[in-house]
């Protein structure tokens, strides 16, 4: 039976077991959007051969950590199609097919484009995969017909490119793709352990699968405001990394009074830090036991990957049969139409 919900697909690069930042950033927009839309959740394992070709034998285990936090967090089977990439060939094929008609200058007009060559440049990726990443990433979407692409102000654009990708095929082969709106969430951007965003590649995560002790010795050495030399010094709240954690997991009225009794100096860095590794580690434990029994039954994942795959395949099947008719690729059935 076909749902009558509107359709989402959102995908993570398969960087691994996630971190605070990525629950907060999205996942948790994930496990909300369940309840309203059909969705489809992608490890862009393909994705991540446009950054890290050089390295794949971790693959493997990347996706399954990655996959199992998903699940932790509360990502519900039942309700969403989880899948691999790479296991739903016909993203190679739309992209492929995308790719004959989308213009070079489009992607290299890409913002993030530039801008991740220049991050990334101790690596050699001027490469044709990378370049063209932003077609694969509407072959992704435009694949299952979704109408909704969960994304932050930032990545408005890439939802924008595969709107116009989708246009300049309609326009050259028929209405046949369907263009996604962006579903504008929230996301919070947290501080990491040393006051940068939080970001695996800074190394100053917190991880959702770590132990809690893990957690409380993480905390400890967190960086505060400089000026708090000794314990009745005045501190500057809005700098400190903690303070930011504080702001987006105590409660209300915890969070005014650690910011009074830290400007006053009433309060110590130390208590501080005590204090947000209780508050987290009560939040991270419900998802923290529920990755365990994950864990302990990594056939149950796999599972879930298997008939994710089915069904993406089957939701992409009728995208491809229309894109290739459209294009008059299909097979040739009578020997008088050669
Ligand atoms: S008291 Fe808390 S908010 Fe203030 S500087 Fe110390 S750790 Fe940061």
């Not at 699968?209 to 400089?226: C, F, H, L, Y």
């Not at 969070?255 to 830290?262: F, H, L, Q, R």
């Not at 994710?308 to 139409?337: F, I, N, S, Y």
């Amino acid at each position: 039976m076909p749902s009558e919900r509107p359709r989402m697909m959102s995908g993570m690069k398969a960087s691994g077991a996630l971190h605070l930042g990525n629950w907060m950033g999205a996942l948790s927009n994930w496990v909300r959007l369940q309840q309203d839309y059909d969705c489809f959740f992608m490890v862009a394992d393909w994705h991540a051969l446009t950054t890290g070709y050089h390295h794949t034998s971790d693959l493997p285990r990347r996706i399954s950590a990655m996959v199992v936090d998903w699940l932790a967090a509360g990502l519900d089977p039942e309700r969403a199609v989880i899948f691999v990439q790479s296991s739903v060939p016909l993203h190679a094929e739309l992209s492929l097919l995308l790719g004959m008609v989308t213009p070079l200058g489009w992607l290299e007009r890409v913002p993030s484009y530039k801008e991740i060559l220049r991050e990334l440049e101790q690596r050699d990726i001027h490469t044709y995969g990378f370049l063209g990443y932003p077609v694969l990433q509407s072959a992704d979407i435009l694949l299952y017909r979704a109408s909704a692409v969960p994304v932050g102000q930032d990545q408005v654009p890439h939802v924008e490119m595969t709107r116009e990708v989708a246009r300049r095929f309609n326009g050259l082969y028929g209405p046949v793709l369907t263009e996604p709106d962006a579903l504008l969430t929230e996301s919070k951007v947290l501080p990491g352990l040393d006051g940068r965003k939080m970001s695996k590649s800074y190394g100053n995560t917190i991880s959702l699968g770590e132990s809690n002790q893990e957690t409380v010795a993480k905390i400890r050495s967190m960086v505060t405001d400089p000026a708090r030399v000794r314990r009745h010094d005045p501190g500057h709240p809005e700098i400190c990394p903690v303070f930011g954690l504080h702001r987006v997991f105590s409660a209300d009225s915890r969070v005014s009074n650690i910011e009074t009794g830290c400007r006053a100096g009433t309060l110590g860095c130390v208590d501080c830090k005590a204090e947000l590794a209780s508050t987290l580690t009560a939040v991270l434990e419900p998802i923290r036991s529920a990755r365990q029994s994950w864990v302990d039954h990594p056939e149950r994942v796999d599972e879930i990957l298997e008939q994710g795959a089915r069904r993406a395949q089957e939701a992409g099947r009728h995208t491809m049969e229309a894109v290739r008719d459209a294009m008059h690729l299909t097979r040739v059935r009578t020997p008088d139409a050669i």
